[in-house]
């Protein structure tokens, strides 16, 4: 089980685990025994607690002994209890990593281990992947640091004309993109035009988050080699307190 073998590296990161399921205190301790499974997993008789954070899944007929499966998730709360970001798939069958959300968990953290580093005259980048070793449903996250050198900024998304630095990854019949994560951007005033524009010119971290398909296609395809590849390229357009180069990728 994902979560207990990586108590230890949640718990370092000063986080806690706790699980619910609507399942009786003697079917949770049979199930964690077995297992070996140390972290708190808290009985909810009737879904008390699944239905007051809005995770009862409501599709399924309460005629049916499937009826109480909560949406599968993981909620991260504050030490008061107040839930702060949430991580939730489409289907049943998919699941965030630990790694991913630990890395979305971690914007600020410039470079993992590992990291593939690549140099320009405009930035620096550290690349990487918060999972190697992944299954069909996973869902992982790749990372771009990104630190504009001396005078340079790039362009966040906002309402200008300019290439926005984003990830084009290509695309393979067994992954499925979400939308990039991008931070909070800074204004720049290009004063010899008076224009105003969302950039980058401090370090920043793009996180484009992949989903591992699990449909019988995708695992058909995976299950061909015990490697995959995923590729594509960072674009963006840079300019100085005097220059604008030409977009990059």
């Given amino acids: 089980m994902e979560l207990q073998s990586r108590y230890d590296d949640?718990?370092?990161?000063?986080l806690g685990l706790v699980a619910v399921s609507y399942d009786p205190v003697e079917t949770i301790k049979k199930f964690a025994d077995s297992r070996g499974i140390a972290f708190p997993i808290v009985s909810d008789p009737g879904s008390t607690i699944i239905k007051q954070y809005g995770l009862l899944n409501e599709t399924i007929d309460p005629k049916t002994r499937f009826y109480g499966v909560p949406h599968p998730g993981t909620f991260m709360l504050d030490s008061k209890g107040v839930v702060t970001a949430r991580y939730f798939e489409d289907a049943y069958q998919e699941r965030s990593t630990v790694n991913s959300i630990l890395v979305r968990q971690a914007s600020g953290m410039q470079g993992a281990p590992g990291a593939i580093r690549s140099d320009t005259m405009h930035l620096t980048v550290l690349t990487s992947i918060s999972d190697t070793d992944v299954a069909p449903g996973k869902r992982i996250s790749i990372t771009f640091d990104v630190t504009p050198k001396k005078l340079m900024h790039v362009y966040a998304p906002g309402k200008h004309d300019y290439q926005v630095i984003?990830?084009?990854l290509d695309p393979q019949p067994w992954l499925?993109?979400?939308?990039?994560?991008?931070?909070?951007?800074?204004?720049?005033?290009?004063?010899?035009?008076?224009?105003?524009?969302?950039?980058?010119?401090k370090p920043f971290r793009i996180v484009q988050d992949i989903t591992i398909l699990a449909t019988p296609d995708a695992q058909k395809l995976l299950a061909a080699s015990p490697t995959v590849k995923i590729s594509g390229r960072l674009e963006y357009q840079a300019c100085d307190d005097k220059v604008c180069y030409a977009p990059t990728r």
């Fill in 166 to 168: 984003g990830v084009k």
């Fill in 10 to 14: 949640i718990k370092k990161q000063g």
């Fill in 176 to 201: 499925r993109l979400q939308p990039a994560k991008y931070p909070p951007s800074e204004i720049y005033h290009f004063k010899e035009l008076d224009e105003k524009v969302e950039t980058y010119g």
